[in-house]
């Protein structure tokens, strides 16, 4: 059970183009999912907080035009990265928070690695 | 501001060696203390959560503890498939009864067991 999944697991774009990342709680519902980006070898960093049927809530610094969030139903929840840029290359990691099964912990997604040429 | 700090950053085993990964926390107050183990290209698995001072968890060859200030992951015997980055992360009480529940993670610690 808790089970999370993360499509596409791979993208390359051009540069300018804007990407859609998808994170399904498989067999629960979850009326909060997060963000993380993961550059190499470095520790997970918190982009946003999505809450369905409200706006996300971002970690300072993270630009809410750029990243855009929508968690529409209690199962799915979207990342858009608009205009990326090759900075912008990284590896985006969703989690689901499941609060009932007694515990209150957030199960990871498999992870996007985006590469912007 | 609420940190979290695993040691070693690397440890490497022989198979059998059993070790511990250490996570010292400082937080405002602590909601739980999650483990998560996370293999290259992958997401975070995860393994436990902690409340208290005092509690103990166990998978496998794996046993969480928690003080205070620290956690550690007890590793019994390891196998090579045991070989990860461990993840240690807190989830801190919100302040002013809000509702925030998010993680913050430690750098981790890179177990490499070998045969």
């Known amino acids: 059970g808790a089970v999370v999944s993360q499509h596409p697991s791979r993208v390359i774009c051009k540069s300018g183009t804007s990407v859609k990342i998808e994170c399904r709680s498989l067999?629960?519902?979850?009326?909060?999912m997060f963000w993380y980006r993961q550059f190499p070898k470095q520790s997970l960093m918190l982009m946003a907080t999505?809450?369905?049927?409200?706006?996300?809530?971002?970690e300072q610094g993270v630009e809410k035009d750029k990243f855009l969030i929508n968690h529409a139903s209690l199962t799915l929840s979207t990342l858009t990265v608009t205009s990326a840029h090759p900075e912008d290359s990284s590896f985006y990691i969703c989690?689901?928070?499941?609060?009932?099964?007694?515990?209150?912990?957030?199960?990871f997604g498999p992870g996007t690695r985006l590469t912007v040429l | 501001e609420d940190q979290v700090t695993q040691s070693p950053e690397a440890l490497r085993l022989q198979e059998g060696e059993s070790s511990s990964l250490n996570c010292s926390y400082t937080?405002?107050?602590?909601?739980?203390l999650f483990w998560y183990r996370q293999d290259p290209g992958k997401g975070p698995e995860f393994l436990f959560t902690?409340?208290?001072a005092g509690e103990e968890k166990e998978k496998e060859r794996l046993k969480a503890t928690l003080t205070k200030k620290e956690s550690f992951l007890h590793i019994t015997a390891p196998k090579p498939e045991d070989s990860a980055t461990y993840l240690c992360?807190?989830?801190?009480?919100?302040?002013?009864?809000?509702?925030?529940?998010?993680?913050?993670f430690g750098k981790g610690t890179l177990l490499t067991v070998n045969p």
């Open positions: 989690s689901a928070r499941d609060i009932y099964r007694g515990t209150d912990t957030q199960y």
């Open positions: 067999d629960f519902q979850a009326t909060t």
């Open positions: 999505s809450n369905e049927g409200s706006k996300a809530t971002y």
């Open positions: 937080v405002s107050g602590l909601r739980g």
């Open positions: 902690l409340y208290s």
């Open positions: 992360a807190v989830q801190a009480i919100p302040r002013s009864g809000g509702s925030n529940y998010k993680l913050t």
